[in-house]
Protein backbone atom coordinates (compact mmCIF):
# COMPACT_ATOMS: atom_id res chain seq x y z
CA UNK A 1 0.00 0.00 0.00
CA UNK A 2 1.61 3.71 -0.69
CA UNK A 3 -0.04 6.75 0.69
CA UNK A 4 -1.78 8.96 -1.51
CA UNK A 5 -0.58 12.03 -3.60
CA UNK A 6 -2.89 14.28 -4.30
CA UNK A 7 -2.03 18.08 -7.13
CA UNK A 8 -2.82 20.91 -4.20
CA UNK A 9 -1.86 23.83 -7.82
CA UNK A 10 -5.71 24.76 -7.62
CA UNK A 11 -5.23 26.22 -4.35
CA UNK A 12 -1.36 26.57 -4.31
CA UNK A 13 0.04 29.56 -1.85
CA UNK A 14 0.23 31.42 -5.32
CA UNK A 15 -2.93 31.59 -6.42
CA UNK A 16 -5.75 34.31 -4.41
CA UNK A 17 -8.60 31.74 -4.39
CA UNK A 18 -9.73 27.80 -5.60
CA UNK A 19 -12.29 27.97 -8.18
CA UNK A 20 -15.48 26.11 -7.27
CA UNK A 21 -15.39 22.78 -9.44
CA UNK A 22 -11.54 22.21 -8.45
CA UNK A 23 -12.44 23.04 -4.70
CA UNK A 24 -15.01 20.34 -5.10
CA UNK A 25 -12.32 17.65 -7.11
CA UNK A 26 -9.96 18.55 -4.18
CA UNK A 27 -12.16 18.01 -0.85
CA UNK A 28 -12.88 14.85 -2.95
CA UNK A 29 -9.57 13.33 -3.12
CA UNK A 30 -8.68 14.99 0.86
CA UNK A 31 -11.62 13.38 1.90
CA UNK A 32 -10.97 10.08 0.66
CA UNK A 33 -7.35 9.95 1.82
CA UNK A 34 -8.59 11.29 5.42
CA UNK A 35 -11.09 8.77 5.91
CA UNK A 36 -8.98 6.01 4.87
CA UNK A 37 -5.61 6.57 6.46
CA UNK A 38 -5.67 9.68 7.49
CA UNK A 39 -2.60 10.69 5.49
CA UNK A 40 -2.00 12.36 2.16
CA UNK A 41 1.26 14.10 0.15
CA UNK A 42 0.40 17.20 -1.55
CA UNK A 43 2.28 18.25 -4.36
CA UNK A 44 2.66 21.88 -5.52
CA UNK A 45 1.37 23.86 -2.50
CA UNK A 46 3.48 26.97 -3.18
CA UNK A 47 5.67 25.95 -0.51
CA UNK A 48 8.96 24.86 -2.43
CA UNK A 49 11.72 22.08 -1.88
CA UNK A 50 13.99 25.12 -1.90
CA UNK A 51 13.21 26.73 1.16
CA UNK A 52 12.35 23.52 3.12
CA UNK A 53 16.11 22.40 2.65
CA UNK A 54 17.30 25.90 3.70
CA UNK A 55 15.17 25.97 6.84
CA UNK A 56 16.71 22.34 7.88
CA UNK A 57 20.03 23.71 6.92
CA UNK A 58 19.45 26.93 9.42
CA UNK A 59 17.87 24.30 12.01
CA UNK A 60 20.97 22.23 11.67
CA UNK A 61 23.61 24.73 12.51
CA UNK A 62 21.68 24.92 15.54
CA UNK A 63 21.45 21.05 16.61
CA UNK A 64 24.76 20.75 16.11
CA UNK A 65 26.17 23.66 18.60
CA UNK A 66 27.58 21.90 22.04
CA UNK A 67 24.52 21.60 24.86
CA UNK A 68 25.83 24.90 26.78
CA UNK A 69 25.29 26.59 23.84
CA UNK A 70 21.62 25.31 23.38
CA UNK A 71 20.56 25.29 26.94
CA UNK A 72 19.62 28.61 27.41
CA UNK A 73 16.89 27.75 24.96
CA UNK A 74 15.53 25.00 26.61
CA UNK A 75 11.44 23.94 26.57
CA UNK A 76 10.16 25.57 30.02
CA UNK A 77 12.69 28.17 30.37
CA UNK A 78 10.13 30.39 28.59
CA UNK A 79 7.23 32.25 30.10
CA UNK A 80 5.33 33.04 27.20
CA UNK A 81 4.84 29.30 26.49
CA UNK A 82 5.61 25.89 27.93
CA UNK A 83 6.15 24.62 24.85
CA UNK A 84 8.14 27.04 23.37
CA UNK A 85 12.16 26.06 22.79
CA UNK A 86 14.80 23.19 22.44
CA UNK A 87 14.74 19.46 23.59
CA UNK A 88 17.52 17.44 24.10
CA UNK A 89 17.41 13.80 23.39
CA UNK A 90 15.70 11.20 25.15
CA UNK A 91 13.44 13.57 26.97
CA UNK A 92 10.50 12.86 25.29
CA UNK A 93 8.26 9.25 24.83
CA UNK A 94 5.78 9.62 22.07
CA UNK A 95 5.09 6.22 23.50
CA UNK A 96 5.03 6.20 27.06
CA UNK A 97 6.28 2.41 26.89
CA UNK A 98 9.49 2.83 25.06
CA UNK A 99 12.58 4.49 26.21
CA UNK A 100 12.87 8.16 25.48
CA UNK A 101 12.87 9.49 21.74
CA UNK A 102 16.71 9.35 19.90
CA UNK A 103 15.94 12.90 18.90
CA UNK A 104 16.61 17.11 19.42
CA UNK A 105 13.88 19.08 18.86
CA UNK A 106 13.32 22.91 19.08
CA UNK A 107 9.95 24.14 19.06
CA UNK A 108 8.46 27.22 17.98
CA UNK A 109 5.16 27.96 19.27
CA UNK A 110 5.34 31.80 20.60
CA UNK A 111 6.41 34.41 17.30
CA UNK A 112 6.94 37.02 19.55
CA UNK A 113 10.39 38.83 19.01
CA UNK A 114 11.21 40.13 22.25
CA UNK A 115 11.62 36.91 23.53
CA UNK A 116 15.31 34.72 23.27
CA UNK A 117 16.30 33.20 20.03
CA UNK A 118 19.35 31.61 18.79
CA UNK A 119 21.04 34.57 17.22
CA UNK A 120 24.60 34.52 16.54
CA UNK A 121 27.18 32.38 15.49
CA UNK A 122 26.40 29.07 13.75
CA UNK A 123 22.85 30.37 15.02
CA UNK A 124 22.81 33.82 12.29
CA UNK A 125 19.46 33.90 10.74
CA UNK A 126 17.43 31.18 12.47
CA UNK A 127 14.66 33.48 13.61
CA UNK A 128 14.05 34.79 10.51
CA UNK A 129 14.50 31.70 8.39
CA UNK A 130 12.14 29.62 10.92
CA UNK A 131 9.49 32.54 10.93
CA UNK A 132 9.13 33.19 7.70
CA UNK A 133 8.56 29.23 7.50
CA UNK A 134 6.13 29.73 10.12
CA UNK A 135 4.18 31.56 8.56
CA UNK A 136 4.06 30.34 4.79
CA UNK A 137 3.08 26.93 6.77
CA UNK A 138 0.24 28.72 8.46
CA UNK A 139 -1.19 30.00 5.04
CA UNK A 140 -1.24 26.36 3.71
CA UNK A 141 -2.75 24.75 6.88
CA UNK A 142 -5.76 27.09 6.50
CA UNK A 143 -6.16 26.76 2.85
CA UNK A 144 -5.95 22.69 3.16
CA UNK A 145 -8.84 23.29 6.51
CA UNK A 146 -10.73 25.10 4.40
CA UNK A 147 -10.73 22.39 1.71
CA UNK A 148 -11.65 20.31 4.84
CA UNK A 149 -14.65 22.09 5.67
CA UNK A 150 -16.43 21.85 2.49
CA UNK A 151 -15.29 17.70 1.95
CA UNK A 152 -17.62 17.56 5.14
CA UNK A 153 -20.31 19.89 3.72
CA UNK A 154 -19.82 22.13 6.76
CA UNK A 155 -19.86 25.94 6.92
CA UNK A 156 -16.73 26.75 4.90
CA UNK A 157 -15.08 29.32 7.96
CA UNK A 158 -16.02 26.36 10.31
CA UNK A 159 -12.39 25.58 11.02
CA UNK A 160 -11.33 28.47 9.91
CA UNK A 161 -12.78 30.62 12.86
CA UNK A 162 -11.12 28.21 14.92
CA UNK A 163 -8.07 28.49 13.99
CA UNK A 164 -7.79 32.47 13.87
CA UNK A 165 -5.14 32.98 16.49
CA UNK A 166 -2.10 30.82 15.20
CA UNK A 167 1.18 32.34 15.95
CA UNK A 168 -0.80 34.23 19.17
CA UNK A 169 -0.39 33.11 22.96
CA UNK A 170 -3.67 32.12 22.55
CA UNK A 171 -2.75 29.11 20.02
CA UNK A 172 -0.79 26.62 20.62
CA UNK A 173 -0.11 25.70 17.11
CA UNK A 174 3.92 24.60 16.81
CA UNK A 175 6.23 24.71 13.81
CA UNK A 176 8.77 22.11 15.26
CA UNK A 177 12.47 21.12 14.04
CA UNK A 178 13.36 17.63 14.59
CA UNK A 179 17.17 16.18 14.65
CA UNK A 180 17.94 13.04 14.63
CA UNK A 181 21.28 12.36 15.66
CA UNK A 182 23.55 9.52 13.75
CA UNK A 183 22.80 6.17 16.06
CA UNK A 184 25.14 4.27 18.12
CA UNK A 185 23.27 0.98 18.08
CA UNK A 186 25.53 -0.03 21.01
CA UNK A 187 23.91 2.54 23.08
CA UNK A 188 20.71 2.03 21.83
CA UNK A 189 18.41 0.96 24.94
CA UNK A 190 15.81 -1.91 24.34
CA UNK A 191 13.61 -1.14 22.13
CA UNK A 192 14.28 2.38 21.89
CA UNK A 193 13.51 4.42 18.68
CA UNK A 194 13.90 7.50 16.72
CA UNK A 195 10.45 8.39 17.53
CA UNK A 196 7.69 5.92 19.33
CA UNK A 197 4.53 4.90 18.32
CA UNK A 198 1.93 7.86 18.08
CA UNK A 199 -0.59 9.87 16.75
CA UNK A 200 -0.20 13.65 17.03
CA UNK A 201 -2.77 15.84 19.54
CA UNK A 202 -4.07 18.93 16.93
CA UNK A 203 -5.94 19.55 14.11
CA UNK A 204 -3.90 18.57 11.73
CA UNK A 205 -0.26 18.14 10.82
CA UNK A 206 2.27 19.48 8.04
CA UNK A 207 5.50 17.45 7.55
CA UNK A 208 8.29 18.08 5.37
CA UNK A 209 11.48 15.10 5.56
CA UNK A 210 14.88 14.92 5.00
CA UNK A 211 15.62 12.20 2.52
CA UNK A 212 16.71 9.11 4.58
CA UNK A 213 13.31 7.61 5.20
CA UNK A 214 12.10 5.51 9.02
CA UNK A 215 8.64 7.23 8.37
CA UNK A 216 5.41 4.65 8.80
CA UNK A 217 2.41 4.75 9.22
CA UNK A 218 -0.29 2.10 10.82
CA UNK A 219 -3.14 1.38 8.37
CA UNK A 220 -6.11 -0.05 9.29
CA UNK A 221 -5.51 -3.49 8.56
CA UNK A 222 -2.87 -2.98 11.24
CA UNK A 223 0.20 -3.09 8.88
CA UNK A 224 2.66 0.20 8.92
CA UNK A 225 3.36 1.37 5.54
CA UNK A 226 6.32 3.60 5.07
CA UNK A 227 6.26 7.01 4.15
CA UNK A 228 9.30 7.78 2.45
CA UNK A 229 10.28 11.65 1.72
CA UNK A 230 8.77 12.72 -1.65
CA UNK A 231 10.71 16.03 -2.73
CA UNK A 232 8.56 19.03 -2.96
CA UNK A 233 5.52 17.38 -1.50
CA UNK A 234 4.02 18.06 2.11
CA UNK A 235 2.85 15.16 3.99
CA UNK A 236 -0.31 16.56 6.02
CA UNK A 237 -2.28 14.21 8.32
CA UNK A 238 -5.26 14.10 10.54
CA UNK A 239 -4.16 14.43 14.23
CA UNK A 240 -6.48 13.38 17.69
CA UNK A 241 -9.08 16.51 18.07
CA UNK A 242 -9.99 16.38 14.64
CA UNK A 243 -10.43 12.38 14.71
CA UNK A 244 -12.61 13.27 17.81
CA UNK A 245 -14.40 16.89 16.16
CA UNK A 246 -15.31 14.53 13.58
CA UNK A 247 -16.89 11.81 15.30
CA UNK A 248 -14.10 9.64 13.93
CA UNK A 249 -14.56 10.00 10.33
CA UNK A 250 -11.49 11.53 9.51
CA UNK A 251 -8.63 9.05 11.20
CA UNK A 252 -5.81 10.08 13.27
CA UNK A 253 -3.74 6.99 12.38
CA UNK A 254 -0.52 5.95 14.68
CA UNK A 255 3.35 6.72 12.73
CA UNK A 256 6.58 6.50 14.28
CA UNK A 257 9.99 6.77 13.09
CA UNK A 258 12.15 3.68 12.78
CA UNK A 259 15.83 3.66 13.80
CA UNK A 260 18.46 3.65 10.44
CA UNK A 261 19.81 0.04 9.83
CA UNK A 262 22.64 -1.16 11.91
CA UNK A 263 25.75 0.37 10.43
CA UNK A 264 24.19 3.41 8.54
CA UNK A 265 25.36 6.13 10.70
CA UNK A 266 23.24 9.07 8.79
CA UNK A 267 21.27 11.86 10.28
CA UNK A 268 17.87 12.42 9.66
CA UNK A 269 15.71 16.03 9.99
CA UNK A 270 12.03 16.84 9.79
CA UNK A 271 9.96 19.83 10.40
CA UNK A 272 6.22 19.38 11.63
CA UNK A 273 3.92 22.02 11.84
CA UNK A 274 1.62 20.94 14.20
CA UNK A 275 -1.58 23.04 13.99
CA UNK A 276 -4.11 23.15 17.11
CA UNK A 277 -7.43 25.54 17.34
CA UNK A 278 -7.33 28.31 19.61
CA UNK A 279 -7.05 27.43 22.99
CA UNK A 280 -10.38 28.53 24.13
CA UNK A 281 -12.41 26.70 21.11
CA UNK A 282 -14.23 24.23 22.97
CA UNK A 283 -13.96 21.19 20.72
CA UNK A 284 -17.89 19.44 20.39
CA UNK A 285 -18.35 16.38 17.61
CA UNK A 286 -19.76 18.23 14.44
CA UNK A 287 -22.20 15.47 13.65
CA UNK A 288 -24.04 16.98 16.77
CA UNK A 289 -23.54 13.34 18.68
CA UNK A 290 -22.07 12.71 22.25
CA UNK A 291 -19.27 10.38 20.74
CA UNK A 292 -16.94 12.36 22.92
CA UNK A 293 -17.16 14.69 25.53
CA UNK A 294 -16.60 18.45 24.57
CA UNK A 295 -13.31 19.48 25.54
CA UNK A 296 -11.17 22.46 25.64
CA UNK A 297 -8.53 22.56 22.95
CA UNK A 298 -5.52 24.25 25.71
CA UNK A 299 -6.79 21.53 28.23
CA UNK A 300 -6.65 18.93 26.03
CA UNK A 301 -2.98 19.40 24.92
CA UNK A 302 -1.97 19.73 28.63
CA UNK A 303 -3.44 16.27 29.52
CA UNK A 304 -1.09 14.87 26.32
CA UNK A 305 1.75 16.75 26.88
CA UNK A 306 1.87 15.15 30.53
CA UNK A 307 1.41 11.81 29.25
CA UNK A 308 4.51 12.22 26.82
CA UNK A 309 6.74 13.88 29.13
CA UNK A 310 5.87 12.78 32.35
CA UNK A 311 3.90 14.31 34.73
CA UNK A 312 5.71 16.77 36.94
O1 LIG B 1 10.18 13.05 11.96
C1 LIG B 1 9.18 12.60 11.41
O2 LIG B 1 9.20 12.27 10.23
C2 LIG B 1 7.88 12.45 12.15
C3 LIG B 1 7.87 13.04 13.52
C4 LIG B 1 6.53 12.95 14.16
O3 LIG B 1 5.69 12.17 13.80
C5 LIG B 1 6.20 13.86 15.27
O4 LIG B 1 7.10 14.55 15.79
O5 LIG B 1 5.02 13.93 15.65
FE1 LIG C 1 3.76 12.67 14.68
Known amino acids: MNLPVVDFSAFNLNEKDVMDDQLHVLSKKLKTA ?12 G ?3 EEVDHVMT ?79 CKELCLRVLRVMAHSLDLDPEVFL ?38 SDYGSITLLFQSHEGGLQVLSRSGEYVSAPSIPGTVLVNIADLMQRWTSDLFVSSVHRVLLPPAGDCSTRQSLAFFVHPDTDVLITCIDGSNKYPPVKSGDYLIERFNDSYGRE
Not at 59 to 80: C, D, G, H, M, T
Open 34 to 45: FTEIGFVYLKNT
Open 47 to 49: ITQ
Open 58 to 136: MSKNFFLQPEELKQPFSRKSYAVNVNHGWVSSETERLNPRRPGDLKEAFNITSLRTDIKWPSSGAATGFKETHISFFQH
Open 161 to 198: STHRLIGSEENDTTLRSLYYPPVNREKVKEGQLRCGEH
